[in-house]
């Protein structure tokens, strides 16, 4: 799926993401995106802060020393910074829309313009003071769809400065999902995807390199499956320093924290769920398979689903392990975690 204008010419090698759960990054020699390096960071998941507004970073310096940790690892040249990277972003910091038009002018300033304008309505933040990037997606005698990304100039700054202060040179900014997307291939036959993580959950149709839903949720509580291990309450009776009091205390939060690991899975499964039945209802056939992206794991969104009624869904990871060069080392990742930035360097 092209996201990136053919004209750009040579483009970043390197790539970068920022989740709430962690910073992910990876390095490619060519388009083909075939992966050499890639790193990873965690980070707790009040570092960064998702919002569309300014101040999605709490803990700055913890974000700006993970970004330097990656890409210091991936691009082989700590001592010689400044390299282009490509900056990938969470779906909640930018807008995504897809939009009808009877005829666009062929300028595409003009065609900017016109989006700009069309966009005043639709956004939480004002269009004429936001970044903004379009793309046609289909043409017909009466019809011409658009895919529109927006951010809020403050925001994108935000991010950028981050990539600086680590010492690189920030290029393209893609939200998360519209990244992963990137990597498909555009004779792919239609596709649902799926992007979860920390906080939310994208889903997303493409068919032969065409969006048809790109659908962004935020999720009030934490997703299965992707808690800090070292986070994570164990309930110790009758061992020294802990009395009733605190066994109780421990056994409640544990409770509490299984009743919204409950609920998160139902929206998650209700989330698919509506995807899942457009994707139906527009191409008269259910879908053969679901691609997970982010940091849940096809795994694990494959037992949340059943678990919440959503059985026989044919889960795979959208990053295939021929993506990752041979002896390539991914330590703690998943290769859900590798979408954004394989897709950006793919593409």
Known sequence: MEIFPKTLGSRPRLAVELRPDGVVAARAEDAAALLT??????LDGRALQISLKAGN????????????ETLDAV???????????????PDAAARVLLLEFDALPAKPVEALAVVRFRLKKLLPFDSDHAALSYQVMSTDKNMVRVL??????????????????????????????????????????????????????????????????????????????????DAILHVRVGEE??????????IEAQVLASAEAAMTGR?????????????????????????????????????????????G??????????ALAAGTATTHLSRGWLAGVRGA???
């Open 148 to 229: 529109a990304v927006a951010m809020p100039h403050e925001v994108v700054a935000e991010y950028e400065q981050a990539v600086i202060a680590a010492g690189y040179t920030p290029g393209a900014v893609l939200p998360s999902t519209l990244a992963a997307l990137a990597g498909l291939d555009e004779q792919q036959a239609a596709v649902l995807v799926v992007n979860a993580g920390h906080g939310g959950i994208t889903t997303a149709i493409v068919r032969a390199g065409v969006l048809l839903l790109h659908r962004s949720l935020e999720l009030a509580n934490d997703v299965p499956g992707t808690e800090d291990p």
């Open 267 to 311: 929206e998650i499964a209700q989330a698919v769920s509506v995807a899942a039945a457009y994707f139906e209802d527009t191409l008269a056939v259910a879908p053969a398979e679901m691609l997970s992206a982010g940091t849940m794991g096809a795994e694990t969104l494959r037992l949340v689903l059943e678990e919440n009624g959503f059985e």
């Open 37 to 42: 390096a890639v790193a990873g960071s965690p």
């Open 241 to 250: 320093g802990y009395d009733r009091i605190d066994a109780e205390a421990a």
């Open 57 to 68: 970073f709490s803990d700055l310096n913890r974000v700006v020393s993970a970004l330097r």
């Open 75 to 89: 691009s082989g040249r700590s001592g010689d910074r400044g390299l282009a990277v490509t900056v990938i972003v």
């Open 345 to 347: 360097l793919r593409n």
């Open 313 to 322: 869904a044919n889960v795979k990871e959208i990053v295939g392990a021929e």
